[in-house]
């Protein structure tokens, strides 16, 4: 087994790879024919092809610690309830990537992450890389948000992350910009406190104010009837830490479903 203190090294030197944050929404897109679903495998078409994937999920949360997956065989999670039976068929048995998550842990010296085997994908991953990657062919591996922490200190994590660009590690942040499932209204056009907080978070990425779009949580009426809660909000500070200034940004889908939730995406490349 590849050792902490050699596993960043041992990894091979590659081209810069991009990062993403993908808007994932509901877990039925990773079986139907959608606008989204279609953004996401022309997004798949388009990327240079990584030696393995970083997914930073809404629905991996920890309190007190952050975890990196580093089992060489993550099991796919139905971590949903309520749909057809065909979602919970699905598998996606792309291999983990221990070496990479070993080389995460050692980049990250401002925290403690611990070593995980117990997790595996769950669907804020697997639902968009079934559509994005469906071959299923490049290793994947988790890394937890630590719920009891700030934004700031997500985006802190991840630019000690950034290294990990030029070793083929594509970082894909899985979340979305405005999420409140207790306001949803299917059918129903956006609700104008999602709209006003949805292009607020689109200014400050626009203008890489990472660390403005981490204080934007919480910091108003909207931004809390954006998030109740911050799982799907984190991610997002993981794309924008392992950035800089010579990214160019794309916005790639920009739309609401439900009336609450943004399924705002956007590569960094």
Not at 2 to 21: I, V
Not at 64 to 77: C, D, E, Q, S, W
Not at 81 to 103: C, K, N, S, T
Not at 216 to 242: D, N
Request: some cysteine.
């Amino acid at each position: 087994m590849t050792s902490l203190n050699s596993a960043f090294a041992g990894l091979p030197s590659t081209p810069r790879m991009p990062a993403l944050f993908v808007g994932h929404g509901n877990p039925i897109n990773a079986i139907e024919d959608n606008s989204y679903s279609r953004a996401w495998r022309a997004m798949g078409e388009r990327l240079p092809t990584p030696h393995a994937i970083l997914c930073v999920s809404a629905h991996w949360m920890t309190r007190g610690t952050t975890l990196v997956h580093i089992g060489a065989r993550p099991k796919t999670i139905h971590d949903f309830g309520g749909f057809p039976r065909e979602l919970y068929a699905q598998q996606y048995p792309a291999r983990g990537a221990p070496d990479a998550a070993r080389a995460a842990i050692e980049l990250v010296r401002s925290s403690h992450l611990e070593t995980d085997t117990e997790w595996g994908l769950d669907h804020g991953a697997w639902s968009v890389l079934i559509q994005m990657f469906p071959k299923a062919d490049i290793p994947v591996f988790q890394l937890s948000l630590d719920l009891s922490r700030a934004p700031q200190a997500h985006l802190d994590l991840a630019r000690e992350l950034k290294p990990l660009r030029e070793k083929g590690v594509l970082v894909i942040g899985s979340g979305n910009l405005v999420h409140n499932l207790m306001a949803l209204a299917p059918g129903a056009p956006a609700f104008d406190w999602a709209r006003t907080f949805d292009a607020e978070m689109a200014d400050r990425i626009e203008a890489r104010d990472a660390a403005g779009v981490g204080a934007a949580l919480g910091a108003s009426r909207v931004a809390r009837l954006a998030h109740p809660s911050p799982e799907h909000f984190l991610p997002v500070m993981f794309p924008l830490g392992v950035a800089d200034e010579k990214d160019d940004l794309s916005f790639f889908t920009a739309s609401f479903d439900m009336g609450s939730i943004s399924m705002r995406s956007f590569l960094l490349s």
